[in-house]
């Protein structure tokens, strides 16, 4: 593959050398961006941890560190006030 690369030019050039359903996922999850090398792509493709765990540890492991459904972005999960908000809405 020629670099630099936008993400759908990757998706595609994989989708043609024969990647696998779940590696076109890993590709399309990347951010949109044009990547210069191989190695940027990879450091922008999620890898899941523990890729044996079922859906349901998964989902678990989830709500015990507090990130909420898969999928969502930090800034759109509902996060616990800090202190000066709490100190803005008592006073």
């Excluded at 359903?21 to 941890?49: C, G, I, K």
């Amino acid at each position: 593959m020629d670099f630099p690369a936008g993400k759908d030019a990757i998706v595609e050039h994989a989708r043609h050398r024969g990647a696998d359903e779940t590696q076109l996922r890993a590709l399309r999850a990347m951010p949109r961006a044009d990547y210069d090398n191989l190695a940027e792509v990879l450091r922008s493709v999620p890898v899941d941890p523990a890729p044996d765990r079922t859906g349901t540890e998964a989902a678990e492991q989830r709500r015990a560190h507090g990130q909420g459904p898969a999928g969502l972005a930090e800034y759109e999960r509902d996060a616990a006030p800090s202190p000066i908000e709490q100190e803005l809405d008592e006073g």
